[in-house]
């Protein structure tokens, strides 16, 4: 019998990479330092007892979600239809400005075209249609380079590509000044605070979430049944989804387990120290963030190019996340972003929970660096020195919010499939 794939780590990016290997047959264990899942979505109670999390309460682009649970076994629809959940188009969000003003910003192309004309007239409403348009350009380009195949090398980058991704020069701060509104251009700005960066480093590329926003929509976890006494907006609600489908297809869980060190022989992965002793393995999947695996997991020798890729790399900004418990809300779910001056965001979910409401704020003028949030931007550059899915350790594969896809959680979920394809294809191809 082969060895089982490790998975390290059991957030969205481990809990993904194991249900897709799994389901391809593979013998998957996945260790987890903490007690739980779900890493920074993890699921958990506040004193009253209502159930929270520091996920977003609004997600975008649902289509990496959708082929997760279609290739690990039943569609997202039928998987939350059992636990008395839908996924339903949200709202838009409600923008407040710092001269106190507000936009509500539908995600459809002519109902922003109809808001911004009405709010700001037709030539701004023109210029914001013309960027989000070229946007869907950067979208189709950034597809094949890292988030539906592995950007690998500098050498996917030719001259064409750069142009299409406005350049490696250009910055989101650049990108917002070139739209010439104040509201639009801390709105634009305020991308590169979300992704726990600041524009100013960020290549105008990032804006592409824009473009993402407009063709995908924007999308809320609620109960199937309106009346019922589950959580509206609680996305931790597809952890624990996932969690059961590592459960149906026989992934073994260590909770409580850190590992302490990758094992190589000749180069290739073979084992992992556990807190539990040690374990062979196949292949490893490593979740964690990369300045653990590549500096505390692997020995010195292997690897020598990523850990110099990492040394201009820093930990993103996270923001602060707190909790408070409010009247029932008059809608199920809203989210409302307060934008300073330069574009700092506030977010706010106020949702409804089964007998009250609450109310969930990300904070992007308290940040922390967390390495849960991915890299910061440090220029197009550092779009390269994220660690590849495939890693120049054969048998070691990384996922996590620093790939070159990105940290938002769609990408994270897109970078653990690339990295159980790439697995999958080096475990069939030594068999
Ligand atoms: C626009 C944008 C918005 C975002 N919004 C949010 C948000 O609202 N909330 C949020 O939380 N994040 C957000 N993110 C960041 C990111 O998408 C999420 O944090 C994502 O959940 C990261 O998933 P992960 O599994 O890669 O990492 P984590 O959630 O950090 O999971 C890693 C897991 O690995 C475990 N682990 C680490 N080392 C070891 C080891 N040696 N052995 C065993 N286990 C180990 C950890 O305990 C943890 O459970 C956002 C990012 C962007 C760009």
Redesign the pocket.
């Known amino acids: 019998m082969t060895d089982p794939v490790v998975v390290?780590?059991?957030?969205?990016?481990?809990l993904a990479a194991a249900a897709r290997l799994a389901k391809a047959g593979h013998q998957v264990e996945l260790?987890?330092?903490?007690e739980t899942l779900?890493?920074?979505?993890?699921p958990y109670r506040l004193a009253s007892s209502a159930m929270a999390d520091?996920?977003?309460s609004i997600l975008g682009f649902p289509a990496p979600w959708r082929d997760l649970f279609r290739k690990s076994g039943r569609p997202l629809e039928a998987e939350l239809a059992r636990m008395g959940y839908v996924l339903e188009p949200a709202q838009p969000a409600e923008m407040i400005f710092a001269d106190g003003t507000d936009l509500t910003l539908p995600t459809d192309r002519g109902g922003q075209y109809d808001t911004l004309a009405a709010a700001y007239g037709d030539s701004v409403a023109e210029r914001w249609r013309a960027l989000l348009d070229r946007l869907d350009k950067v979208w189709q380009t950034l597809r094949g380079l890292g988030l539906e195949a592995e950007l690998r090398s500098a050498r996917q980058l030719n001259r064409s590509v750069k142009r299409n991704l406005f350049g490696h020069r250009m910055t989101l701060a650049d990108l917002a000044s070139s739209i010439n509104h104040d509201h639009l251009g801390a709105v634009i700005r305020s991308i590169g605070y979300?992704?726990?960066s600041v524009p100013e480093q960020t290549p105008a590329f990032a804006a592409v979430?824009l473009s993402m926003q407009r063709t995908f929509g924007r999308w809320q976890v609620q109960p199937l049944n309106p009346g019922s006494k589950l959580d509206v907006g609680r996305s931790s609600v597809l952890v624990e989804a996932l969690a059961a489908r590592l459960e149906l297809r026989k992934v073994r869980i260590h909770l409580g387990?850190?590992?302490?060190r990758i094992q190589l022989r000749n180069g290739h992965v073979t084992a992992v120290a556990t807190s539990e002793g040690d374990r062979p393995a196949s292949a490893v999947i490593a979740?964690?963030?990369p300045w653990?695996t590549f500096h505390d997991?692997l020995s010195t020798a292997p690897a020598r190019r990523t850990r110099g890729q990492l040394r201009g790399l820093s930990p993103a900004a996270?923001p602060t996340i707190t909790h408070q418990e409010v009247p029932t809300p008059t809608a199920l779910l809203r989210e409302r972003v307060a934008l300073s001056e330069v574009g700092v965001p506030t977010v706010s979910y106020l949702r409804q929970l089964a007998d009250n409401g609450l109310r969930t704020t990300?904070d992007f003028n308290h940040t922390l660096p967390r390495?849960?949030?991915?890299v910061a931007w440090n220029g197009f550059e550092s779009w390269l020195r994220r660690p590849s899915v495939t890693t120049e350790v054969p048998g070691l594969y990384t996922?996590?919010?620093s790939s070159p896809a990105?940290?938002?959680?769609s990408?994270?979920v897109l970078s653990a499939a690339l990295a159980a394809y790439s697995c999958h294809e080096y475990l069939r191809a030594g068999a």
């Not at 260790?31 to 903490?34: A, D, F, G």
């Not at 387990?257 to 302490?260: A, G, S, Y």
């Not at 390495?371 to 991915?374: A, D, E, L, R, T």
């Not at 990105?406 to 959680?409: I, K, N």
């Open positions: 390290i780590g059991g957030g969205l990016a481990g260790y987890e330092r903490s779900g890493g920074t979505w993890a520091n996920a977003p979300r992704s726990g979430e387990c850190p590992v302490e979740t964690g963030d653990q997991l996270a990300h390495p849960s949030y991915g996922a996590s919010p990105g940290a938002g959680p990408q994270v």
